[in-house]
């Protein structure tokens, strides 16, 4: 039994959506994998900054203290000034990488690439068949 025209264009039409369904399919389930990677990135990347900081605010008024004992009798005041403008420098310093580094994105980095490129296919196809 033959399709009629009607019949065809329903059929490809219906191939189509299915086609487009099955591909934003695959793109959600991409942006979710990488957002649950993202995550888990995340989520350890605190952990071990947390952990550094503590250490490493741990190990800076150990070695200010030191610094200042051994200065009490002769510079004391000099001491504790520069100690706390060698925190405040570095903290300072620390903050612009951090602020540096929030600006550089790279959520559904992956995800956005294969869009373009879907986008860029689908343009492609555009010019192969220009309208009439």
């Known amino acids: 039994m033959a399709l009629g025209p009607t019949q065809r264009v329903f059929s490809a039409a219906k191939r189509l959506l299915k086609s487009l369904v099955a591909n934003s399919e695959t793109r959600l389930r991409l942006a979710v994998l990488e957002l649950e ?39 004391r005041i000099t001491a504790i000034a520069i100690s706390a403008g060698a925190l405040i420098f570095m903290s300072l310093l620390l903050a612009v990488i951090a602020l540096r580094q ?31």
Not at 48 to 70: F, M, R
């Open 37 to 75: 990677e993202e995550r888990a990135r995340l989520l350890v990347l605190f952990m071990l900054a947390g952990a550094s900081l503590l250490l490493l605010l741990l190990g800076i008024a150990t070695l200010t203290a030191l610094v200042i004992v051994y200065f009490w009798d002769t510079y």
């Open 102 to 132: 929030a600006k550089s994105h790279t959520l559904l980095k992956e995800t956005l690439k294969q869009l373009a490129a879907d986008r860029a296919l689908l343009e492609a196809n555009d010019h192969d068949y220009p309208n009439k």
